[in-house]
C-alpha cells in the first residue's frame, strides 16, 4: 500500500545497507530505473543495461567500500528507497565538493510520501561526518522534471550540465551542487 498518511511516514527508517540487503536492492534499483528511464518500453540495451548494473554482488561490494555510502530507507521491513553516496569523486565544474550523490532512488507508491527526504538528509549528514562540510554534487537528467523540482526544492543549484551515455545515446544531465 502506498505510503501517504502521516501515520505511515512515521514508520520510515534510514540504516546503512548491509550484505542481506543486496537482493532486495538489486531488484528494488533495477524497478525504480525502468520505470524512471524505460519511458516508451525496454529493449534490448535497457535489459542489458539494468541486469549488468543492477546487480547482487555490485551491492554487497558496495557495503564494503570504504569510499562509498549505501543507505536504505525502510517501511515496516521492506526496502522502499535507496541512496548511494561516494566520496572522492571529481567534478571539474564543482572542485569544491568531495562527494557525489550517486543515486537516490524511491520506490513509486512510496513517492512524495517524505522518503526521498528522509535518505538525503541521512546521506548529507553521512558526507558532513566524512568530509566536515555539507557540499555535495550529482547529476539529473533534465527530463527528469520531478527529481529536478525535488533537488531545487532542497537547495540544489545547476553548475552545468554533463551527459549519460548509453549506447548511441546520449542523455543530458543538469550538473547541481549544495555549496554551503
Ligand atoms: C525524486 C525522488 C527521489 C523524490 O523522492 P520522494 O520520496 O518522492 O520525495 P519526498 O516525498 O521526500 O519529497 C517530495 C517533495 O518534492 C516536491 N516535488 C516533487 N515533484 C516536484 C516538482 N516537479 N517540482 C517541485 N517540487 C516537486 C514535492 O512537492 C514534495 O515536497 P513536499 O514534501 O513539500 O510536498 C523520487 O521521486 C524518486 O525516486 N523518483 C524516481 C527515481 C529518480 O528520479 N531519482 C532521482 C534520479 S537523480
Redo the contacts with the bound molecule.
Keep these: 500500500m502506498p505510503a501517504t498518511s502521516t501515520e505511515e511516514r512515521d514508520t520510515i527508517a534510514v540504516r546503512p545497507a548491509v550484505t542481506a540487503d543486496a537482493h532486495t536492492l538489486a531488484a528494488l534499483a533495477i524497478q525504480?530505473w525502468l520505470s524512471?528511464y524505460a519511458t516508451e518500453g525496454v529493449n534490448d540495451l535497457l535489459a542489458r543495461y539494468v541486469l549488468g548494473e543492477f546487480t547482487p554482488s555490485k551491492f554487497v561490494a558496495l557495503t564494503e567500500d570504504a569510499a562509498a555510502c549505501l543507505l536504505v530507507a525502510e517501511i515496516d521491513s521492506h526496502l522502499v528507497?535507496y541512496a548511494l553516496v561516494r566520496f572522492g569523486v571529481a567534478q571539474p565544474l564543482i572542485p569544491s565538493a568531495e562527494a557525489e550523490l550517486c543515486t537516490?532512488?524511491?520506490q513509486e507508491p512510496f513517492?512524495?510520501?517524505?522518503?526521498?527526504?528522509a535518505l538525503l538528509r541521512e546521506a548529507r549528514a553521512s558526507i558532513r561526518k566524512r568530509t566536515g562540510t555539507d557540499a555535495l554534487w550529482?547529476s539529473?537528467n533534465v527530463k527528469?522534471?520531478?527529481?529536478c523540482?525535488?533537488y531545487?526544492?532542497h537547495g540544489l543549484v545547476e553548475k552545468g550540465r554533463t551527459h549519460f551515455v548509453l549506447g548511441e545515446g546520449r542523455h543530458e544531465n543538469h550538473v547541481l551542487a549544495l555549496i554551503p
Excluded at 527528469?144 to 527529481?147: C, E, H, I, L, P
Design positions: 525504480v524512471t528507497g537516490l532512488y524511491v513517492t512524495g510520501a517524505g522518503v526521498g527526504t550529482l539529473v527528469n522534471r520531478r527529481a523540482g525535488f531545487e526544492k
